[in-house]
């Protein structure tokens, strides 16, 4: 960010305020946020908006469900975002969407909105990576340097760390996100959607007693997730699986869903640190930060936390506000590319549902 | 070769590692350097047979508190025990690596001889950036002595070797260990080092290695080292070129063009993990 850097900053502090909105539905949250640049190279959140669709216990959110979903809450939403911040459309400096990665239905319904905003009051699009929205407002939040990043959603798993105008991502999941891991869990063992299944998981594991073995699965600075997820859900049908809570006065030798839980989380998280702390090692860093809608999870930031205290480090990780898909990010990431000059054409105003971190040229970093 | 010290005792263990001195931490291990003094004397190797003449490198996989305790302690006993086993197979098929010298699952210990050189990472261009924490695990500092003189030299200078000569040997041993089935799970830069004097590429840090025949596993192995080039060491493709090509020839041509065709794969495959945000 502007000012904190030691040396110059390819970004110029801003010669007048500048207004951007955010707008994101890469997955189940459409979000819309107001983010200000101030002269001082200050950066204000004047609103931050979400609805999230929330399917019942046992499923999963569907491509086009959810860009229904998106379209009846569209102009709610901005309507809000833009009640909230005390501005007009038309102070705006440009109108920010995520571009990809995500699915394809959702990503498409939000990209109309922010097309049809932009003819509406003859703003500029910016197109966003999903991934890069995380990172950038990540490091506004918490006033990272440059950590070495952790980005742990429903949709990615990966390791990146900043190079040469880019995000190079060190590590990833070869197969399925951890987000995804476990909220499919969660509908196996019917845990509720609301607010999100991985927030059920995490209080629920808080009951766990008993940690099962699962495969661990770190290869190099890769995970593999799907096996342990498959190896978790096996549990169901052991014999010694109970669905209730164990008996405190006797010794019983019983699985609760509970136990699965925590033992899920404990090994993955467990694989995810590991893989962080290689990364770390390997370039040197001593900052982590978290982000992505699995970084909410606090026992995750408290693994990663003893893991940096014990590097001499510290981790960086912010609330359910900044960590969960919102529209805030995308305006942060995208105001910040917009002020280098960026901008999407119209005619170039697509999204993708893939769109990999280490595509993007991050101008405005040294 | 295959002095496994006495059993050793937890007790003692520590305290070896306490009367060692601590070179390096890893994200895994830290590595001191000690002398095994009433260890080493069976004589079978010809270096140690004089008491404490050669000093051994101690990897210690300390406890992570991260890590719930009963998780951790069988990852460190199965990482110790598999490192071991992976580097007697590899002695056992004339692959460059470190040899063992001592041996404590239990105890999260690991020793072994200790590789007088540089590590490779060092000698390319752009591994020397970071310093401090950015070593690899196993890798022993270099000497003061010398550090003075390589300032702006080309660190390959000392060892009169081209860098096209140390991509050639990064390849042939790698393609040793694949020969003998053996998967390193982790190779970087900064886990391979070259010996001063023989000019050896030795290979070290086989804390994640596995054995396994498959064309899958080594096509993996060779991918992670190719991204840990990319990530390392900028402009690197055609170094990485060259380490393919010995890899190649070292495998022949059926073994070659099967992992060939595989790595291909596993790029588009991890090209593909960016869709779902």
């Not at chain 1, 969407?97 to 109309?112: E, F, H, I, W």
């Not at chain 2, 050669?54 to 069988?74: E, I």
Request: hydrophobic share 35%; with cysteine; glycine share 10%.
């Amino acid at each position: 960010m502007p000012g904190r850097h030691r040396k110059p900053s390819p970004l110029k502090v801003p010669d007048r305020p500048y207004l951007a909105l955010g707008l994101e539905g890469s997955a189940n949250k459409l979000g819309a946020g107001i983010i200000r640049h101030d002269k001082d190279g200050s950066t204000s959140v004047l609103s931050n908006v979400r609805h999230t669709y929330i399917t019942p216990p046992g499923e999963g959110f569907l491509p086009r469900d959810t860009a229904q979903h998106h379209k009846e809450w569209a102009l709610t939403v901005v309507q809000e975002a833009i009640t909230k911040a005390g501005v007009s459309m038309h102070d705006l400096d440009c109108i920010c969407y995520t571009k990809g990665p995500g699915m394809g239905a959702p990503l498409q319904s939000v990209a109309l909105v922010a097309r049809t905003l932009s003819l509406l009051f003859d703003k500029p699009l910016v197109g966003v990576n999903h991934c890069v929205g995380h990172i950038e407002m990540g490091r506004e939040v918490t006033g990272a340097q440059n950590p070495v990043v952790l980005y742990v959603s429903g949709g990615n798993t990966q390791v990146i760390a900043y190079s040469r105008q880019c995000y190079r991502i060190f590590g990833e999941t070869l197969d399925i996100a951890v987000g995804n891991c476990l909220d499919r869990f969660a509908r196996v063992i019917n845990l509720s959607n609301d607010p999100s299944p991985g927030y059920n998981i995490e209080q629920e594991a808080k009951k766990g007693k008993r940690l099962v073995p699962l495969p661990y699965t770190t290869k190099g600075m890769d995970i593999s997730l799907s096996g342990i997820l498959t190896s978790v859900e096996g549990y169901i049908s052991d014999k010694r699986y109970h669905d209730g809570v164990h008996d405190e006065t006797k010794k019983d030798d019983i699985i609760t869903p509970a136990d699965l839980c925590f033992s899920l989380q404990e090994t993955v998280f467990a694989m995810l640190v590991e893989i962080t702390e290689r990364a770390m090692a390997h370039i040197g860093s001593k900052e982590v930060l978290i982000v992505g809608g699995v970084g909410c999870n606090e026992r995750l930031q408290e693994m990663m936390g003893i893991m940096a205290q014990e590097r001499g480090g510290q981790v960086f990780a912010t609330d359910e506000r900044f960590c969960i898909d919102n529209g805030i990010m995308i305006a942060q990431a995208g105001l910040l590319s917009y002020r280098m000059g960026h901008k999407t054409p119209m005619s170039e105003s697509t999204c993708t549902q893939r769109f990999r971190t280490d595509e993007v040229h991050v101008a405005w970093r040294l | 070769m295959s002095s496994l010290g006495p059993s050793t005792s937890v007790l003692s263990t520590q305290e070896l590692l306490r009367t060692s001195t601590l070179i390096s931490q890893g994200a895994e291990a830290k590595v001191y350097k000690a002398y095994l003094q009433d260890r080493v004397s069976d004589g079978s190797e010809p270096n140690t047979t004089q008491h404490s003449a050669d000093p051994v490198l101690l990897k210690y996989r300390f406890q992570k508190q991260y890590r719930h305790p009963s998780l951790d302690g069988s990852l460190t006993r199965a990482r110790i025990a598999g490192e071991a086993r992976a580097l007697m197979r590899c002695l056992r098929s004339g692959v460059k690596v470190p040899g063992i010298r001592m041996v404590d699952a239990t105890g999260g210990v690991l020793g072994v001889e200790w590789v007088d050189g540089k590590n490779v990472r060092m000698l390319l261009p752009g591994g020397a950036e970071p310093e401090d924490a950015g070593m690899g695990e196993d890798e022993p500092e270099p000497d003061c002595a010398d550090a003075e003189e390589e300032e702006e030299v080309d660190p390959l200078g000392e060892y009169g070797i081209s860098r096209d000569a140390l991509m050639g040997m990064i390849g042939t041993e790698i393609a040793k260990m694949h020969l003998a089935d053996i998967i390193h799970g982790d190779l970087t830069t900064s886990n391979m080092m070259l010996r001063r004097g023989p000019n050896d590429l030795v290979l070290i840090d086989f804390g994640l290695s596995y054995h396994s025949a498959l064309i899958e596993d080594k096509a993996v192995d060779l991918y992670v080292l190719e991204r840990a080039f990319a990530s390392t060491h900028p402009d690197s493709e055609p170094l990485f070129a060259s380490v393919l090509a010995a890899y190649g020839a070292r495998m022949g041509n059926a073994q070659w063009s099967s992992v060939k065709k595989r790595l291909d794969d596993v790029r588009l495959r991890g090209r593909k993990r960016s869709m779902v945000g």
